[in-house]
């Protein structure tokens, strides 16, 4: 299952589970889209690989 960090890893923006801001690469490293689209240039400082949008859960009924 994926993981739903609750903050960036650069600035520590809290982005909750279903933020439109949340960005993660294939290893789950989690950035908000400021730090994605300014100084990472779209690429994870950890793995190189492209940062998306992070899939957002559906609430759980109940």
């Known amino acids: 299952m994926l993981e739903m960090r ?7 923006t809290p ?5 439109d801001a949340a960005r993660i690469c294939s290893y789950e490293c989690t950035f908000c889209a ?6 990472l240039e779209g690429r994870c400082p950890n793995c190189g690989g492209d940062l998306q949008v ?5 609430k759980k009924a109940g």
């Open 34 to 39: 400021p730090c994605v689209n300014g100084p």
């Open 54 to 58: 992070r899939p957002k859960r559906a």
């Open 6 to 12: 609750d903050k960036c890893e650069r600035c520590e």
């Open 15 to 19: 982005l909750m589970w279903d933020s």
